[in-house]
């Protein structure tokens, strides 16, 4: 009996063992799942959208792996250079415990500047085209039962109308605990983000769409950066609200890039605990489920 229990013990031990490895070789090589928890990607990337990225996509480095900030070595591997425009996950290069997803804007020997607003690359703005209405709404997951309304706008879910027929506009609607509603301003008071969704024309004819409240928030005029060898400049798409190269962030260097976004296999609003099926057809964003990233 004994011995039965030692050699269930010990297959129980090693598949384990194995399955762990291959876990780790798969995400280290292949795809790594994360989740977005802030909105600096918008509207690319929503609040609760899971990702999957691409290892091989620009080679690896020692942040490919676990234990990365161990500075095991330097360097990278069958390295391939990312093109501007690309949606990028990276390790903060000011605090290594935070992987971030920006776009990437600036490649060795460019310079980027902000200018009212505008973005310039080489010295070349970057056209933005057809503006349009946009909406990040911001609110407390108690009021789930009754819906939300404020003025024209009303939310139940998922689902923004307009005097009640469905907005013709993209939006995206948080959830938060009441305790958090209160530590944000938008939320506390009302719950409402109006903003100007554009497509922005890169110098290269790449286009993105994002987001702007005004040409007069804090990263709309900078300075000149010029970007050194060996690292990139990054942007959020949510250009009044995102924390990256402008910012004390910094530019990011080559070894602390993880790989490129490929697409969205989960997303949900946080509207209610998981466990709760019912409410699944308002906490799922099914229409972003396998949705491609460029």
Known sequence: ??????????????????????????????????????????????????IFIQKWSYGYSRYSFPFGSWRLWNGRFMASEPKVGDVIVFRNPVNESLDYVKRLIGKPGDTVQMINGRLYINGQQAERENPRRYIIAHLPTDIRSVGFYKGDISIKGNKL??????????????????????????????????????????????RHQIIERSDNERYDNTQL????????????????????????????????????????????????WMPLVWNWLDKMRWDRFGLGIK
Request: hydrophobic share 40%.
């Open 225 to 272: 950066f010029k970007v050194p060898e060996g690292y990139y400049f990054f942007m959020g798409d949510d250009r009044d609200w995102s924390a990256d190269s402008r910012s004390e962030m910094g530019m990011v260097p080559r070894d602390n890039i993880m790989g490129k976004v490929w697409f969205v296999w989960y997303s949900h609003n946080y509207y209610s």
């Open 1 to 50: 009996m004994a011995k039965k229990y030692t050699s269930t013990t010990r297959e129980w031990v090693n598949t384990l063992f194995w399955a762990g490895l291959i876990a780790i070789i798969f995400r280290s090589l292949l795809l790594e799942p994360f989740n977005i928890p802030s909105g600096s990607m918008i509207p690319t990337l929503h609040v609760g959208d899971h």
């Open 161 to 206: 109308f307009i005097d009640n027929q469905p907005a013709n506009f993209n939006y995206t609607i948080e959830y938060k605990t009441r305790r958090e509603c209160m530590m944000s301003p938008i939320c506390a008071e009302g719950g409402i983000d109006e903003l100007t969704e554009w497509t922005e024309v890169l110098p290269d004819g790449t």
